[in-house]
């Protein structure tokens, strides 16, 4: 009898056992939040997804993602974000592997997402967590590539008024001996405008001394177009929607003479209307470069200004070219164009008539103004013509979801409602003998 009882026990205890069994492992290797997700989380998407921070641009999305209770209520748009590939944000489908700022989930990350989610999305324990990322608005007091080495301010906050609609606007500063007491060549540098919301863009130029000396105080020159504002200024870059801060690789950097002066060339775009006011004062941190400088940094873009786009036209190109004239090592591809914009590539004709895609954007987004860094700066020889094209798209059905009018010519022109067809390109011109070199270990 004791004996049997023993064994019923013993039989029992071991069934609980088998039946826990299956369970208890499943749970160890159960998705979750802090264990799978938050790593992914914090590499692919924090950078985006937080409490906005100070940056010019839509890179600070509206719902941030920093814990689990914040990411829960989004699990199912999350899934299909990624799914979909739509999320992380990536338009350039050629070449692959080639630019810094490229972002992507590998196919391992996406199942882990949409698998956790499918399980119901469990927060797991808080001690798989990997620790908390820290972004900029924690440290270097929001600078996102660090403390720049000196800060250029617009002397006065600008007031954009409740009946402005659309504004083209460009201030020029000069560069205080204080901050700049020498020629100085830059090695990067980040543009901030205030967390409002409503900046098209902004562009900065550098003016030559003798042209800053001109100025009085801060001169302002309303309405201009978009790039490039007067002769004898280099265009330092410009951030739009979805554009991030720049450094140049080593050996890289622009010359800042002193005693010149710096624009703000800024497009606002918003709906007019009591209360829809606010104010701007952009301010430019530069970050100096200290070693030797040995490629001189350009920006400027090709363009063409001499389009109509018909009413109603499905399928738009413009083109514009350039034949380099020197040899070039070219750091950076910026397409720029507006609502109506649906595709941009950029192409090498190499003098010996074989052509390479550099850049490939089927699915333009004029919200996501991505530049394209190279990883290492790409050799074009002299004699390669770059060609850049752009595909628009003026149909009722995309003006319905983009907002503008498709009854109409379209022209090149500054208000977000007009069209551009300007493809920046950020590049060094080298001489025959660093050529040969570089040819070299291509
Ligand atoms: C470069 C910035 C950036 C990164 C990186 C980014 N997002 Fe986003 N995300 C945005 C912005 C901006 C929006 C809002 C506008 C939009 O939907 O395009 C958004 C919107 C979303 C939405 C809401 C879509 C909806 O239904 O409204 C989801 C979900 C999302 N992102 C998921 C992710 C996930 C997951 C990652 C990482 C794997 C990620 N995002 C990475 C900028 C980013």
Known sequence: MKFQTTTVIVLALGLLSVIAQPSYA???????????????MQENCQ???????????????????????????WARAIARKV??????????????????????????????????????????????????????????????????DFVVKLSEPYV???????????????????????DTWVKGWEFRIGDN??????????????????????????????????????????????????MLPEGFGVLLEKGAAVSFNLHFNKEPGAGSNFTSQPEIGFFVEKKPVKY????????????????HH????????????????????????????????????????????????????????VTYKYKEPKLLPKGTRIDVDFWYDNTAERAARRGFNPDRFVGYGARTEDEMSLGFIGYAEISDAEAMETTDDN
Not at 197 to 216: N, R
Request: a negative charge; aromatic letters at 8%; one cysteine or more.
């Open 197 to 246: 919301g409503w900046t098209h863009h902004m562009c900065s130029s550098v003016l030559s001394p003798s042209a800053a000396a001109e100025l009085d105080t801060t001169t302002v020159v309303e309405d201009q177009g978009e790039g490039a504002d007067t002769p004898n200024t280099s265009l330092l870059s410009c951030v739009a929607e979805g554009g991030e801060a720049q």
């Open 47 to 73: 950078s985006c997804h937080r409490p906005s921070g100070q940056n010019i641009s839509g890179l600070v999305a509206p719902m941030a993602f920093m814990n689990y209770q914040e990411t829960r209520p």
């Open 83 to 148: 799914e979909s590939r739509e999320m992380p944000p990536w338009f350039a489908s050629a070449p692959v592997g080639v630019f810094s700022n490229e972002r992507g989930l590998t196919d391992t990350e996406v199942d882990t997402i949409v698998q956790w989610v499918a399980a119901g999305a469990p927060a797991g324990s808080k001690t798989d967590a990997p620790p908390a990322k820290l972004f900029a608005e924690e440290v270097n007091d929001g600078w996102t590539l660090g403390k720049p």
């Open 160 to 182: 954009v008024k409740d009946e402005i609609n659309d504004l083209n606007i460009i201030f020029y500063e000069k560069i205080a001996e204080e901050l700049m007491p020498e």
């Open 314 to 369: 499905a399928n738009y190109r413009i083109g514009s070219s350039r034949v380099l004239e020197k040899d070039t090592l070219v750091l950076n591809y910026w397409p720029h164009a507006h609502l109506r914009a649906v595709a941009a590539r950029y192409t090498a004709i190499y003098p010996d008539g074989n052509e390479e895609l550099l850049l490939d954007v089927p699915r333009y987004d004029q919200a996501w103004q």
């Open 26 to 40: 499943e749970n160890e290797n159960a998705l979750t939040y802090y264990k799978d997700v938050l790593p992914i």
């Open 296 to 311: 001189k940094v350009r920006n400027d873009s090709l363009y063409n200004r001499g389009f109509e786009i018909p009413p």
